[in-house]
Nanobody, 119 residues
Framework: VQQQASGGGLVQAGGSLRLSCAASGSIFSINAMGWYRQAPGKQRELVAAITSGGSTNYADSVKGRFTISRDNAKNTVYLQMNSLKPEDTAVYYC??????????????WGQGTQVTVSS
C-alpha cells in the first residue's frame, strides 16, 4: 500500500491551499484517514481526521478554517485549508488506517508535503 500526497506550496497569509492524498495497492477497506503536521522544532500534531462514515475531528487551532473530506471510491483524503496563517507552516503528512486484502490492519503514511505561509 502506498500513499501519495500533493497540493502543498507557498501561499501568503489569508490564502488557501488544498491537499490531497491517495492510497493505492492491496486495499480491502480504509477506516480513519487524516492529516498530521510537523513544524521545525516541534512535535508532530494531529490536524484533522475523518472516519469511514464521515465523522470528523479537528485540532482547535484549525477549527473553522480547515475542512477534511474523503472520497471512498478513490481512497483519497482531502484537506481544504483557508485563511492560512504563518503558524500553519509545516510539513503535512497524510495517513490511512488500512485493512489490506490479507486482512491485516496497518497505518500507512504519505511522504509529507511542505506548506509555507508567508506573512
Amino acid at each position: 500500500v502506498q500513499q501519495q500526497a500533493s497540493g502543498g506550496g507557498l501561499v501568503q497569509a489569508g490564502g488557501s491551499l488544498r491537499l490531497s492524498c491517495a492510497a493505492s495497492g492491496s486495499i480491502f477497506s480504509i477506516n480513519a484517514m487524516g492529516w498530521y503536521r510537523q513544524a521545525p522544532g516541534k512535535q508532530r500534531e494531529l490536524v484533522a481526521a475523518i472516519t469511514s462514515g464521515g465523522s470528523t475531528n479537528y485540532a482547535d487551532s484549525v477549527k473553522g478554517r480547515f475542512t477534511i473530506s474523503r472520497d471512498n471510491a478513490k481512497n483519497t483524503v482531502y484537506l481544504q485549508m483557508n485563511s492560512l496563517k504563518p503558524e500553519d507552516t509545516a510539513v503535512y503528512y497524510c495517513y490511512a488506517d488500512v485493512v489490506t486484502t490479507t486482512l491485516y490492519e496497518y497505518d500507512y503514511w504519505g511522504q509529507g508535503t511542505q506548506v509555507t505561509v508567508s506573512s
